[in-house]
């Protein structure tokens, strides 16, 4: 059997939510990584994966548990482990070959090993003659190439990803998957192993041995997925669109539960539900959708009728739900008796409808008072800095641009662009 290389044990980690209170994020977390794996992190949004990686790199502290590599308890940065991030975070000053000498150069070699590792590296991820390209020159997917031949310079038995392909085209990201898994299947070489982060099924079910299900508040390990494709594999082939469907049947269960959901039973008071990534059109898309099908639809089914892929259809069900529009029993999408009124009301009632049931989530209430605390103007950096305290998982850019477009749509605040600021209306 294979050895265990890095393992989590009994991880727990919580964050400051500022006025003393603090959000467990992660509980009782354990995950052992095998030599010659690939073990995918998968689930929704706010349950610790990228926590998770950067506890994993050292970069981030437990507050129980350890991590240990090679049976060690890990003290500070991973020696084994390098990280790709979704952001590219390269050097605009720097060249391709630039940004990937730094991080050899911190490493105290000498000035040839810090020139002959890199080359390697950046012929390994098929950059050669785009050494002394600078970022600004480059798409996206070399970005991440770059990032990629970064990460594979310090020759790390372990390469951690985190959303690694969610900025780059779909056609891209299919050529970097096949292009690192060439270079993982190389037991000559390192990476040994990869423990990436993904919110795309398809991706997971294509590169992953064994894929972790994560549930959230807080985060913890809901199933883990054992992939018996054998390698390489065929996203064409009946098995894989099998395991696909066993995929979604797992995740749906995790961000839509049968269980009827009773906020102010679940959370407490004080407590902030994350928004999804949807904007108001997505939803009013979704709404209009069920009721071109008799006010009921197969998850699945709106995904293919759609074409829109299946981790969006997601994310506007998940907002369509919070706003008591639908009910989702199994993998059904229900228009519930309000989703009926909003559908066949005039736009001013729609508009009516839309804000009362805002006004039901925590988040604009505290918006609403936070613009009449501030005598009628809400600056952009204040609000965001409020989502980074009350919601110190999520990405704050990402929530106020979700809640802006949905107040906007129900009127319950402005947003003046040009100024920064939010007003009521």
């Known amino acids: 059997m294979n050895k265990i290389i890095c393992e989590y044990r009994g991880i727990q980690k919580s964050f400051q939510r500022?006025?003393?209170?603090?959000?467990?994020?992660?509980?009782?977390?354990?995950?052992?990584?095998?030599?010659?794996?690939?073990?995918?992190?998968?689930?929704?949004?706010?349950?610790?994966?990228?926590?998770?990686?950067?506890?994993?790199?050292?970069?981030?502290?437990?507050?129980?548990g350890e991590v240990q590599y090679r049976g060690v308890p890990l003290k500070g940065l991973n020696p084994g482990v390098a990280v790709v991030f979704q952001s590219f975070a390269l050097y605009p000053w720097m060249s391709v070959e630039g940004n990937v000498q730094v991080v050899l150069s911190a490493l105290g070699l000498s000035e040839d090993q810090v020139k002959e590792k890199a080359s390697r590296a950046i012929q390994m991820?098929?950059?050669?003659?785009?050494?002394e390209a600078f970022p600004r020159e480059l798409s996206g997917g070399m970005k991440q190439r770059v990032g990629m031949a970064r990460a594979l310079a310090v020759n790390p038995e372990i390469l951690l990803m985190d959303e690694p392909f969610s900025h780059v085209d779909s056609l891209t990201a299919e050529a970097l998957r096949a292009e690192l898994l060439?270079?993982?299947?190389?037991?000559?070489?390192?990476?040994?192993?990869?423990?990436?982060?993904?919110?795309?099924?398809?991706?997971?079910?294509?590169?992953?041995?064994?894929?972790?299900?994560?549930?959230a508040n807080p985060g913890r390990i809901r199933t883990i997925v054992d992939n018996p494709l054998p390698r390489p594999r065929d996203t064409r082939m009946p098995s894989f669109n099998r395991l696909v469907d066993q995929l979604h049947d797992i995740i749906t269960s995790v961000e839509l539960p049968d269980e009827e959901v009773t906020t102010a039973v679940q959370l407490p008071n004080d407590v902030i539900e994350p928004l999804p990534r949807a904007q108001s059109n997505d939803v009013l898309g979704l709404?209009?959708?069920?009721?071109?099908?008799?006010g009921t639809s197969d998850l699945f089914q709106v995904v293919a009728n759609t074409h829109v892929p299946f981790e969006e259809v997601l994310s506007y069900v998940k907002s369509a739900e919070m706003m008591?529009?639908?009910?989702?029993?199994?993998?059904?999408?229900?228009?519930?008796?309000?989703?009926?009124?909003?559908?066949?009301?005039?736009?001013?009632?729609?508009?009516?409808?839309?804000?009362?049931?805002?006004?039901?989530?925590?988040?604009?209430?505290?918006?609403?008072?936070?613009?009449?605390m501030h005598e009628g103007e809400l600056t952009r950096e204040d609000l965001i800095l409020e989502i980074q305290q009350r919601l110190p998982m999520e990405n704050p850019e990402q929530t106020f641009d979700t809640l802006v477009t949905w107040g906007r749509f129900g009127e319950l605040f402005a947003y003046r662009e040009d100024r920064g600021v939010l007003t009521h209306e």
């Open 18 to 64: 500022g006025e003393g209170k603090s959000l467990r994020v992660i509980e009782d977390f354990n995950l052992k990584i095998y030599e010659n794996e690939v073990v995918a992190l998968i689930g929704p949004s706010g349950c610790g994966k990228s926590t998770l990686i950067r506890i994993g790199a050292g970069l981030l502290d437990a507050d129980k």
């Open 125 to 131: 991820v098929g950059l050669e003659g785009f050494e």
């Open 182 to 215: 060439d270079i993982w299947k190389d037991r000559d070489r390192n990476p040994s192993s990869i423990l990436m982060v993904s919110h795309d099924i398809k991706e997971v079910a294509f590169m992953a041995d064994r894929i972790v299900v994560l549930s």
């Open 287 to 294: 709404l209009e959708y069920l009721d071109t099908q008799g």
């Open 324 to 372: 008591d529009f639908v009910d989702t029993p199994k993998r059904q999408v229900v228009l519930s008796p309000l989703g009926k009124r909003f559908i066949n009301a005039s736009m001013d009632e729609r508009k009516d409808i839309w804000r009362a049931q805002l006004l039901e989530l925590k988040l604009f209430r505290v918006v609403r008072d936070m613009i009449t």
